[in-house]
């Protein structure tokens, strides 16, 4: 079947062309000069729209067990609020869990999505240890599974951390078979400390969590990633959910330096703060727990990382979406932050969210459209397969209204959460329909998609690699 979207304004990385993007089947087969494609096939009308690929969320945690619970949202859930606002593809975390066998922990993972998800998605391995099974474990992902990217962790010493000879190790690996290391940067045993000390003293609010995660625990942490990456001859590195201003220019100067580090933001750093959500009275601050933190309204981390999001020292925009209930869940730390489940849930909204930076006039349309879709799959191995309005490659894709308006709310959201963290936000610009491999699956609203119909996409080695 044959369909045409006629009268949009087709958005990619060098730009914006009014054009009509012919899709047969699957795949989008031709991009015609406005008014010249075929008469004899189903139209859709994307006049005063923008024409987008679909979006890629690098970074999602369905069903994560984290904090003696399990992040909320399941694959079905998940990706059926993606799908509503404009993301095709997930990239999730597969979990190696300490002493686990890593096949065990992807067989697990893919038990969980296979069958119920709406978009199509693909798997990171999370490496709860590093030893030589887990090391061959990382060839045989990368030439058999499509799994060509492994996060180690530098926090929560005890649950997912390794230490520096085991980053080194697993990064030795990553230069060999040229796979990615994906770091959660922040020094978790300083941290540890922190917090026992914090604890001690009787604060046990939430807005503790975020003071006892300093800035200065990032950017060491991410200091000592790149330099780690740089013994193991320029493996390449990606720091996931950065956050801080000092961290950030770690990652600059390593850039600066033509080394092989890239990193992502999310969209609770550009808006949230310490203060403001963190900081909220009672434990209403719960809910926006997460690691690593909001940082402090006080200081320039947004605007440093909008500049970094335009200079290309922050590649990708992510959601790190890892949900969890208030009630039960986020309760589990009523009277000690530490034991607050970490995560905040956004899959649904950030297409939007960086939309708003166009209106707000910190991004390009451009820019928009690299950061939250072409980068995603050019980092990840996903490249031309996804991420791009051209032909050849699969039929992902959004159109976007720049005229209307989306309203965050619980009450509207897909999200299986009791709540959001970006409650009241108001968006210049909608998700106005979503076309997966060829099917429409949102229009005006209205979900038309199906359970299990998102497959699963092996993925080969990052575009960005020399
Ligand atoms: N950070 C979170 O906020 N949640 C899950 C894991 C992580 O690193
Ligand atoms: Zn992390
Ligand atoms: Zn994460």
Redesign the pocket.
Known sequence: MTLLITGGTVIGPTGADPADVLVDGEKIVAVFAPGTGPSDTETIDATGKYVIPGGIDAHT?ME?P?GGTFASDTFDTGTRAAAFGGTTTIIDFAVQRTGEVVHDGLAAWHAKAAGNCHVDYAFHMILGGVDDDSLKAMDQLVADEGITSFKLFMAYPGVFYSDDGQILRAMQKARDNGAMIMM?AENGIAIDVLVQQALARGETDPIYHGITRPEALEAEATHRAIMLAEVAQDCPLYIV?LSASRALAEVAAARDAGRNVFAETCPQYLYLTLEDQLGAPGFEGAKWV??TPLRSKHEHHQRDLWQGLRSNDLAVVST?H?PFCFKDQKELGVGDFSKIP???GGVEHRVDLLYQGVVDGKLSLQRWVETIATTPARMFGLYPRKGVVAPGSDADIVLYDPNGRTRISVETHHMNMDHSAYEGYEIAGKVDTVISRGEVIVSSGEYRGTKGRGQYLPRGLSSYLV
């Open positions: 945690h994560l984290f959660h959910h997460c690691s790190d890892c970490n995560g905040i």
